[in-house]
Nanobody
Framework: QVQLRESGGGLVQAGGSLRLSCVVS????????MGWFRQAPGKEREFVAG??????????NYADSVKGRFTISTDSAKNTVYLQMNSLKPEDTADYYC?????????????????WGQGTQVTVSS
């Protein structure tokens, strides 16, 4: 069982930065693939970034829309997954969710993730 709690959302101007945090409970959480998703009003939930330990290093994956601007990382000592968001755009406005997938590969479809946080809101003003 894994429990997730996001924080760090807020209001920021276009071009600004935010760092989202996801605190993960569960002793073996590093076995899970961890993902960040977002959902804007009236739109489907979409993949943003994912990270998975492969036994040697952390594999990462990003949506094309955020590549070069967002960075996903972990701090195992703090049981936390981060999403550093730079050069934010108004179209990044959404509720952001942290999720955990118990399979061994990085997946990008939200229906395949098993555990979800409550979400944190990000608003980027133009």
């Amino acid at each position: 069982q894994v429990q997730l709690r996001e924080s760090g959302g807020g209001l920021v101007q276009a071009g600004g930065s935010l760092r989202l945090s996801c605190v993960v409970s569960g002793r073996t959480w590093t076995r899970y693939a961890m993902g960040w998703f977002r959902q804007a009003p009236g739109k489907e939930r979409e993949f943003v970034a994912g990270i998975k330990w492969n036994g040697l290093f952390w594999n990462t994956n990003y949506a094309d829309s955020v590549k070069g601007r967002f960075t996903i990382s972990t701090d195992s000592a703090k049981n936390t997954v981060y999403l550093q968001m730079n050069s934010l755009k108004p179209e990044d406005t959404a509720d952001y969710y942290c999720a955990a997938d118990s399979t061994t590969v990085l997946r990008t479809t939200y229906t395949e993730y098993d555990y979800w946080g409550q979400g944190t809101q990000v608003t980027v003003s133009s």
